[in-house]
């Protein structure tokens, strides 16, 4: 089994920056990648970011250029820092772990509200 933990979040007016942390632990050497995704009131969850344990990064295209998901080698820690929020920014965010074998762990949720 995986835990993870997410921190961070809170209220910002648009055009600030949030940082959110993400912290695995358990069986964390069967991990292979983290992301995170997000979900707004009435919408459909979206993926916001991905890192794979080779470094490879990934963006929806609503965040790129504003988001950067990074990770602490060896702590299995990750970190989104978010620039340039806007309001449709505001999110309840998941952590996501994802281990060989086919299994995804969630967190609970951390709350982002940007406001304008």
């Known amino acids: 089994q995986i835990q993870v933990v997410e921190s961070g979040g809170g209220t910002v007016q648009a055009g600030g920056s949030l940082r959110l942390s993400c912290a695995a632990s358990?069986?964390?050497?069967?991990?292979?990648?983290m992301a995170w995704s997000r979900q707004a009131p009435g919408k459909e969850r979206e993926d916001v970011a991905r890192i794979w344990w080779s470094d490879t990064t990934t963006y929806a295209d609503s965040v790129k250029g504003r988001f950067t998901i990074s990770r602490d080698v060896g702590k299995d820690t990750v970190h989104l820092q978010m620039n340039t929020l806007k309001p449709e920014d505001t999110a309840v965010y998941y952590c996501?772990?994802?281990?060989?074998?086919?299994?995804?762990?969630w967190g609970q949720g951390i709350q982002v509200t940007v406001s304008s």
């Open positions: 358990g069986r964390t050497f069967t991990l292979y990648s």
């Open positions: 996501v772990a994802n281990a060989y074998g086919g299994n995804e762990f």
